[in-house]
């Protein structure tokens, strides 16, 4: 089994930052994809990023590129996402995610655990 845990979500302005981590923990974690996704109210879930556990490639949305940044410790079993000039639309509960497989990275279902959520709330 494995338990992802995110934190770091919180009330920000808008032009402002937030950083988010998800921490893994089980023995059966080997990931081959770990992504970040986002539900705001009224909403479907959305791909936000996704990083390559093994080879460390990221991909973004293309309303975050240049503003969001995904890195990875291995070793810590910890993925960050880094938010930088934060828009009111960005409100939303964010949720991290580990998938098996690389193949459609962005899809929500190919992602087989996930963590709790953890709630970003942009003010304008």
């Known amino acids: 089994q494995v338990q992802l845990v995110e934190s770091g979500g919180g009330l920000v302005q808008a032009g402002g930052s937030l950083r988010l981590s998800c921490a893994a923990s089980g023995r059966t974690f080997r990931p081959s994809v770990m992504g970040w996704f986002r539900q705001a109210p009224g909403k479907e879930r959305e791909f936000v990023a996704a990083i390559s556990w093994g080879g460390g490639s990221a991909y973004y949305r293309d309303s975050v590129k240049g503003r969001f940044t995904l890195s990875r410790d291995n070793a810590k079993n910890m993925v960050d996402l880094q938010m930088n000039s934060l828009k009111p639309e960005d409100t939303a509960v964010y949720y991290c995610?580990?998938?098996?497989?690389?193949?459609?990275?962005?899809?929500?279902?190919?992602?087989?655990?996930w963590g709790q959520g953890t709630q970003v709330t942009v003010s304008s």
């Open positions: 995610a580990s998938s098996p497989s690389p193949v459609e990275y962005w899809e929500a279902g190919r992602y087989d655990y």
